[in-house]
T-cell receptor, first 113, second 114 residues
Framework: SQKIEQNSEALNIQEGKTATLTCNYT??????LQWYRQDPGRGPVFLLL?????KEKRKERLKVTFDTTLKQSLFHITASQPADSATYLC????????????FGKGTRLSVIA | DTAVSQTPKYLVTQMGNDKSIKCEQN?????MYWYKQDSKKFLKIMFS???????INETVPNRFSPKSPDKAHLNLHINSLELGDSAVYFC?????????????FGPGTRLTVL
């Protein structure tokens, strides 16, 4: 089954800089990949979905890339703000077909003013 | 109105007890899920229901029994609670059965088994 690595457990950056979070997967290449945000004591909130035929997707200050050759997605937050501090999870299907999402452990981002 | 709500938010109980967690959604979604997030923060699916029918049971012990009385509710009953059941349990919903559908999560129920 699919294994996901978000290889930074925690990331600290200065306000105004661009945060880049990484999601690597090890097995079959999924048709799409999702990113969620989770604040302490709350449930995850959907941010973006990117499909395998899309190299890049943007939403306001967020940008996601998907490289099926590298088996990697990058999640960027430009002009980061303290309010962006949260844990960011990537999620993709556990296997081929319509199998349940598998979530990464997440990267805890802290944006320092 | 909260789209996906769970009760209770916190649950502290003794080993061996039986407890229930309730989930209600007002989004009109067909699919509902239960997830477990353990102390290491891994979020793992337990069950999926579509229109009150069980679709996915991810090798969860049969001490866990989900029940969907109607499309808006998916409750989780846990028998003979064990220390390892301590975790945060999230309910989530999605419009359909397509796993690509956006999932909407509830606020979570933190279960502590003493």
């Amino acid at each position: 089954s699919q294994k996901i690595e978000q290889n930074s457990e925690a990331l600290n950056i200065q306000e105004g800089k661009t945060a880049t979070l990484t999601c690597n997967y090890t097995n079959y290449s999924p048709a799409y990949l999702q990113w969620y945000r989770q604040d302490p004591g709350r449930g995850p909130v959907f941010l973006l979905l990117i499909r395998e035929n899309e190299k890049e997707k943007r939403k306001e200050r967020l940008k996601v890339t998907f490289d099926t050759t590298l088996k990697q997605s990058l999640f960027h937050i430009t002009a980061s703000q303290p309010a962006d501090s949260a844990t960011y999870l990537c999620a993709l299907p556990g296997d081929s077909g319509n199998t349940p999402l598998v979530f990464g452990k997440g990267t805890r981002l802290s944006v320092i003013a | 109105d909260t789209a996906v709500s769970q009760t209770p938010k916190y649950l502290v109980t003794q080993m061996g007890n039986d407890k229930s967690i309730k989930c209600e959604q007002n989004l009109g979604h067909d699919t509902m899920y239960w997830y477990k997030q353990d102390s290491k923060k891994f979020l793992k699916i337990m069950f999926s229901y579509n229109n009150k029918e069980l679709i996915i049971n991810e090798t969860v012990p049969n001490r866990f029994s989900p029940k969907s009385p109607d499309k808006a509710h998916l409750n989780l009953h846990i028998n003979s609670l064990e220390l390892g059941d301590s975790a945060v349990y999230f309910c989530a919903t999605a419009p359909g059965q397509n796993v690509a559908d956006t999932q909407y999560f509830g606020p979570g129920t933190r279960l502590t088994v003493l």
